[in-house]
């Protein structure tokens, strides 16, 4: 029971800050290097936020897992092509319910 608590514990942790580095990078694109297009800021942004979060999980979250880590990043992947898909065709579909 407790090693489940530690493992939703560092879960959350991990999860906080990979968000921090996604709005870190997020504000760097935008304020100090300027890129124009927030979704492109965005995009990369989430690119590092991602890997941070995959790389969290594999070395900090879930340390006992077993399967290899190429397995495991293919899964992860799949997983947030699927999310980003899905937040997409919501922000899509957005513009025809508020027109």
């Known amino acids: 029971m407790q090693r489940d608590i530690n493992q939703i514990l560092r879960y959350g942790v991990n999860g906080l ?3 921090g580095v996604h709005y870190a990078f997020l504000v760097l694109m935008l304020e100090q290097l300027q890129v124009r297009s927030a979704g492109a800021a965005n ?9 941070i979060s995959f790389l969290g999980n594999h070395y900090f979250v879930f340390k006992q897992t077993k399967s290899g880590i190429l397995r495991q990043a293919s899964r992860f992947l799949l997983l947030y092509t699927v ?17």
């Open 17 to 19: 800050f990979a968000t």
């Open 83 to 99: 999310l980003a898909l899905m937040h997409g065709g919501i922000l899509f579909m957005d513009r025809f319910v508020s027109a």
């Open 43 to 51: 995009l990369l942004a989430a690119v590092f936020g991602i890997s």
